[in-house]
C-alpha cells in the first residue's frame, strides 16, 4: 500500500511539473492558450501571473518528490518523508478544492489535478496509522 501512495504521490508531481512548464514556459503559445481557455490577448495580459503560478506548481512537485525520495529510501514511516507529501500533495489537493470553489466549470480540472493527490494521502494516512 506505502508503494501505490508514493506512486500516486509521484504521478502528482509529474503533472504539477506539466502544468508548469504550460502556465510558465507555455502560456502564450496555442497549447497554453487553448488549455486554459484564453485568448491571445488574455494570455498576454497574464502572463506574469501564470510564470508566477507555473513556478508554485513546480515547487510543490518538487517538495512532494523529495519526500516520495525520502520515504523509499527509507527503512521506516519516520522522518521528514512523510511531512514533505502532506505538504506538497496536500497543498495540490487544496489547490483543486479552490479551483472548483471559485468556477465550477473547473471542476474536471480540479478532479484531474486532485485525485492523485488526494488518493496518495488516503493511502500514505492508513499506512501512518497501521505502523
Known amino acids: 500500500?506505502?508503494?501505490?501512495?508514493?506512486?500516486?504521490?509521484?504521478?502528482?508531481?509529474?503533472?504539477?511539473?506539466?502544468?508548469?512548464?504550460?502556465?510558465?514556459?507555455?502560456?502564450?503559445?496555442?497549447?497554453?492558450?487553448?488549455?486554459?481557455?484564453?485568448?491571445?490577448?488574455?494570455?498576454?495580459?497574464?502572463?506574469?501571473?501564470?510564470?508566477?503560478?507555473?513556478?508554485?506548481?513546480?515547487?510543490?512537485?518538487?517538495?512532494?518528490?523529495?519526500?516520495?525520495?525520502?520515504?523509499?529510501?527509507?527503512t521506516g514511516p519516520a522522518g521528514a518523508g512523510p511531512a514533505l507529501i502532506y505538504a506538497g500533495a496536500g497543498s495540490m489537493l487544496l489547490a483543486a478544492v479552490v479551483l472548483v470553489t471559485k468556477n465550477r466549470a473547473m471542476a474536471r480540472a480540479a478532479v484531474v489535478q486532485g485525485t492523485a493527490p488526494a488518493l496518495a494521502l488516503t493511502l500514505l494516512t492508513v499506512v501512518l496509522l497501521m505502523n
Open 1 to 74: 500500500m506505502l508503494t501505490v501512495a508514493l506512486v500516486l504521490a509521484a504521478l502528482a508531481a509529474l503533472l504539477h511539473v506539466y502544468i508548469f512548464a504550460l502556465e510558465a514556459l507555455a502560456w502564450n503559445t496555442p497549447r497554453g492558450r487553448a488549455t486554459f481557455g484564453t485568448t491571445r490577448e488574455q494570455a498576454r495580459a497574464t502572463q506574469e501571473l501564470a510564470y508566477n503560478q507555473g513556478f508554485y506548481n513546480l515547487f510543490l512537485a518538487l517538495v512532494t518528490t523529495v519526500g516520495v525520495v525520502l520515504m523509499a529510501a527509507s
